[in-house]
């Protein structure tokens, strides 16, 4: 598809496990964030990668959160040793390089959905 | 340390009326300014946009306005029709720096 592809849509898991969280950037897009969005909360920045860069991870709550980007696409977010306050929804984006009148703007997933339990 | 606020969690309008979500920010250096309008269980999708060279930018019934000085923006929705009902998400970032920050959001319903 066109869009940005995330995976699993939802994640039910038990406390202490480890899961890993997937993102297909648009084609192209140079730019990878990750956002998490807990019950009744905004958007909580976690990472960001743009192209060879060093990634931002000035978001992560913890090091139990890491997070890749392969070959300049395609992320996998991962928590380990899951708790409950880490049940959220967590959005990938992409976008392309350099803001400017209609660019920069950031495309999002649908998001997988985690509960632990 | 929350940088992009949205202090009204919510807003209710009749259809046809007018729609005005604010947000505030703490830094000067954010020179980008964008909306995002997110339904349930769907990701936020982008709006509408303004650089800090303007103070206001307009698309069909989408109007952002920006005081730089207050470190203020709002999104004016006119007329507002019901399926403008979401959570609407401001956010902010600096150019050349892609990090985008968001907002807490403001759900908006939209009554018929």
């Known amino acids: 598809g066109a869009g940005v592809s995330q995976s699993p849509s939802n994640k039910v898991t038990e406390k202490g496990k480890d899961v890993e969280l997937r993102c297909d950037p648009i084609s192209g897009h140079t730019a990878l964030y990750w956002y998490r969005q807990s019950l009744g909360q905004g958007l909580e920045f976690l990472i960001y990668f743009q192209g060879n860069s060093a990634p931002d991870k000035s978001g992560l709550p913890s090091d139990r959160f890491s997070a890749e980007r392969t070959g300049g696409s395609v992320s996998t977010l991962t928590i380990q040793r899951t708790q409950q306050e880490d049940s959220a929804v967590y959005l990938c984006?992409?976008?392309?390089?350099?803001f400017g009148r209609g660019s920069g703007e950031l495309f999002f997933g649908e998001g997988s959905r985690l509960t632990v339990l | 340390d929350q940088q992009v606020k949205q202090n009204s969690p919510s807003l209710s309008v009749q259809e046809g009326r007018i729609s005005i979500l604010n947000c505030d920010y703490t830094n000067s250096m954010f020179d980008y300014f964008l909306w995002y309008k997110k339904y349930p269980a769907e990701g936020p999708t982008f709006l509408i946009s303004i650089s800090s060279i303007k103070d206001k930018n307009e698309d069909g019934r989408f109007t952002v306005f920006l005081n730089k000085s207050a470190k203020h923006l709002s999104l004016h929705i006119v007329p507002s029709q019901p399926g403008d009902s979401a959570v609407y998400f401001c956010a902010t970032a600096r150019g050349g720096y892609q990090k985008v920050t968001f907002g807490t959001g403001t759900k908006l319903q939209v009554i018929p």
């Open positions: 984006a992409s976008s392309l390089a350099g």
